[in-house]
């Protein structure tokens, strides 16, 4: 309920009236929305874990740019940078996306002006999320990991399980006598950790070092250089510059955990760039989340060091 009533008092007045109706009091519906979407003068649709919700309601023009210039915190201009990405990313770490009309120079979007449409993702912490994935991630007779890919497709909860992960590894855990490591989170999004004002939002771990608001190739190599960790971690993996910066990464001693978008090694080999890593053996975990149950395996590929193949492990 607490994510949700940080997500309401960005919108106007008789669009928060409208979720609240629908919520009615009932707390495990409001702790089950994922995404709240408006749109100029369409319905409210409300996702679910399992289903979608139009709500009567369609929001004027003027409505949506209110929610639009709360969400910029009336400075529409200072959040210029992440509005030409396509998305803000609030207190609490929750996500809004936006789509408008794109103003595009040297094929680089500079601008996006009449939005149309919002997409408030709400950014949950579920501890011991990642419970079902630790296993197959830590490497106990080193007291460390294995170079790990969480991959599936957006929305099975990858990115709240890498958060929890990252707990567990930096705070060090008792039971199975793993001390803790210091992990260096390039959190481009702000989805992870949710830093505002250096402060982060989301519980990532004691001996975890963040930096945020930068690509994740030069957060890599500016942990690399700068905070000597022994784990570094970022969310959705997949382009050149990702896999030059991986590649610097795991060369210099340094253990990986990243998260990517797919369904199956073979939509992964589809990526020339994630092709690469796997083709190198970069990759000493695969595992795949089902898309239809958050937070459970799927499938989990080990890498076969000796005779560098991948092999089903479950």
Same mark, same amino acid.
């Given at each position: 309920?607490?994510?949700?009533? #940080?997500?309401?008092?960005?919108?106007?007045?008789?669009?928060?009236?409208?979720?609240?109706?629908?919520?009615?009091?009932?707390?495990?519906?409001?702790?089950?929305?994922?995404?709240?979407?408006?749109?100029?003068?369409?319905?409210?649709?409300?996702?679910?874990?399992?289903?979608?919700?139009?709500?009567?309601?369609?929001?004027?023009?003027?409505?949506?740019?209110?929610?639009?210039?709360?969400?910029?915190?009336? @400075?529409?201009?200072?959040?210029?940078?992440?509005?030409?990405?396509?998305?803000?990313?609030?207190?609490?770490?929750?996500?809004?996306?936006?789509?408008?009309?794109?103003?595009?120079?040297?094929?680089?979007?500079?601008?996006?002006?009449?939005?149309?449409?919002?997409?408030?993702?709400?950014?949950?912490?579920?501890?011991?999320?990642?419970?079902?994935?630790?296993?197959?991630?830590?490497?106990?007779? #080193?007291?460390?990991?294995?170079?790990?890919?969480?991959?599936?497709?957006?929305?099975?909860?990858?990115?709240?399980?890498?958060?929890?992960?990252?707990?567990?590894? @930096?705070?060090?855990?008792?039971?199975? @006598?793993?001390?803790?490591?210091?992990?260096?989170?390039?959190?481009?999004?702000?989805?992870?950790?949710?830093?505002?004002?250096?402060?982060?939002?989301?519980?990532?771990?004691?001996?975890?070092?963040?930096?945020?608001?930068?690509?994740?190739?030069?957060?890599?190599?500016?942990?690399?250089?700068?905070?000597?960790?022994?784990?570094?971690?970022?969310?959705?993996?997949?382009?050149?510059?990702?896999?030059?910066?991986?590649?610097?990464?795991?060369?210099?001693?340094?253990?990986?955990?990243?998260?990517?978008?797919?369904?199956?090694?073979?939509?992964?080999?589809?990526?020339?760039?994630?092709?690469?890593?796997?083709?190198?053996?970069?990759?000493?975990?695969?595992?795949?989340?089902?898309?239809?149950?958050?937070?459970?395996?799927?499938?989990?590929?080990?890498?076969?060091?000796?005779?560098?193949?991948?092999?089903?492990?479950?």
């Amino acid at each position: 309920m607490e994510e949700l009533k #940080e997500i309401l008092e960005y919108f106007t007045k008789p669009i928060e009236e409208q979720i609240l109706k629908m919520v009615n009091g009932n707390e495990e519906i409001a702790n089950n929305i994922q995404e709240i979407r408006i749109r100029t003068n369409k319905p409210i649709i409300v996702k679910l874990d399992n289903s979608n919700k139009s709500l009567k309601y369609k929001v004027p023009q003027e409505e949506l740019l209110k929610t639009f210039d709360k969400v910029c915190e009336n @400075s529409i201009y200072s959040y210029k940078k992440h509005i030409c990405e396509g998305f803000i990313t609030i207190k609490g770490g929750h996500r809004i996306g936006l789509t408008g009309n794109a103003v595009m120079e040297n094929d680089r979007v500079v601008n996006i002006n009449y939005i149309s449409s919002l997409n408030f993702r709400i950014a949950r912490e579920k501890l011991e999320s990642s419970s079902n994935v630790l296993k197959y991630v830590i490497k106990m007779e #080193e007291n460390n990991i294995y170079n790990t890919l969480i991959v599936s497709p957006p929305g099975a909860g990858k990115t709240t399980i890498l958060r929890d992960l990252l707990r567990k590894l @930096s705070n060090g855990i008792k039971e199975i @006598s793993f001390k803790g490591k210091t992990v260096g989170l390039v959190d481009e999004r702000g989805e992870i950790a949710a830093m505002y004002k250096g402060i982060p939002q989301k519980d990532v771990g004691l001996r975890t070092d963040v930096i945020d608001n930068i690509t994740k190739p030069k957060g890599m190599k500016m942990l690399v250089r700068s905070m000597s960790p022994e784990i570094i971690a970022c969310d959705e993996i997949g382009s050149t510059e990702d896999v030059n910066a991986i590649n610097y990464a795991i060369c210099s001693g340094v253990k990986g955990i990243f998260t990517a978008h797919g369904g199956s090694i073979e939509e992964l080999n589809l990526n020339p760039e994630l092709a690469e890593l796997i083709k190198k053996n970069i990759f000493e975990r695969i595992i795949f989340l089902n898309p239809k149950v958050k937070g459970e395996i799927l499938q989990v590929y080990g890498l076969d060091i000796k005779n560098k193949e991948y092999k089903i492990l479950i």
